[in-house]
């Protein structure tokens, strides 16, 4: 099956530094990524839509010059958090969807802990 | 507007019990039903989805999903709990759509009680 990666895992990083989160697509083209934020116990928020080549589309309430999505290429999408702080800690998921024609599904990363200290 | 609701929290089963948690979706066009299970601290792990067809899907550990329309409806079950089965579970829409990123509900906590 389609896999998704994101990297790393888990970051710790301190408060006012810019931590960048990957994720890819392992074994598919992804014409589009989405990410996602998890606050505990809480379902997932969709914080944006990233289009390979293109501007990302944020939902509304999210701070795109804070969370800056990059999405070069049609296996990589990149979310950084600009000056992180504590409040932004949370678990990051992306998920990407096969860009072949009448693929449904969406595939999801194992998600990204940041902690800011 | 687009939604998905869950409308239990928390739901406590014995082991060896059946169990049925529910989900209900609002959305504007031809709905494709997932769910979902996590386990604290891990990614998603898809259950079981619904695109067209049999209305009553089968999916990994043992669970099934039945789609209604009607009830605008695809609540998730399995006749036996077992422990391990204790986890958060995701209920979620989406579109053909290329571009169309899921919509979750809030999730039901599942325990399991010896």
């Known amino acids: 099956g389609a896999v998704v990666s994101q990297h790393p895992s888990r970051v710790i990083c301190k408060s006012g530094t810019s931590v960048k989160i990957e994720c890819r697509s392992l074994?598919?083209?992804?014409?589009?990524m989405f990410w996602y934020r998890q606050f505990p116990k809480q379902s997932l928020m969709l914080m944006a839509t990233?289009?390979?080549?293109?501007?990302?589309?944020?939902e509304q309430g999210v701070e795109k010059d804070k969370f800056l999505i990059n999405h070069a290429s049609l296996t990589l999408s990149t979310l950084t958090v600009t000056s992180a702080h504590p409040e932004d800690s949370s678990f990051y998921i992306c998920?990407?969807?096969?860009?072949?024609?009448?693929?449904?599904?969406?595939?999801f990363g194992p998600g990204t802990r940041l902690t800011v200290t | 507007a687009q939604s998905v609701t869950q409308p239990d929290i928390h739901i406590t089963v014995s082991e060896g019990a059946s169990l049925e948690l529910r989900c209900n979706y609002s959305?504007?066009?031809?709905?494709?039903l997932f769910w979902y299970v996590q386990s604290p601290g891990q990614g998603l792990q898809l259950l079981l989805k619904y695109f067209s067809g049999d209305t009553l899907v089968q999916g990994i550990k043992g669970f099934e999903a039945e789609f209604k329309r009607s009830q605008s409806s695809f609540n998730l079950r399995k006749p036996s709990v077992h422990w391990s089965d204790a986890a958060e579970y995701f209920c979620a829409v989406g579109a053909l759509q290329a571009g169309t990123a899921l919509i979750f509900g809030k999730g039901t906590t599942l325990s399991v009680s010896s």
């Open positions: 998920s990407a969807r096969d860009h072949k024609e009448g693929a449904y599904e969406q595939y």
């Open positions: 959305y504007g066009a031809t709905p494709y």
């Open positions: 074994d598919f083209q992804a014409t589009t």
């Open positions: 990233s289009n390979e080549g293109s501007k990302a589309t944020y």
